[in-house]
């Protein structure tokens, strides 16, 4: 018997996608924070200006 895909993308696939996605976030955390709060700080400031 063979198998068919009925979508292009399986259960194992997106488990393993989520876990390699969030992998990323815990590794890079800290320089995603400090973008984030770069990021921010620059709305802020120019947002003031207005």
Known sequence: MR???VSGITVI???LILVIVIALLLIFKNQLIDLINTIFD???SESSGI
Do not use: A, C, D, G
Request: no cysteine; charged share 35%.
């Open 13 to 15: 696939e997106l488990v």
């Open 42 to 44: 620059k709305i802020v």
């Open 3 to 5: 198998h068919r895909y």
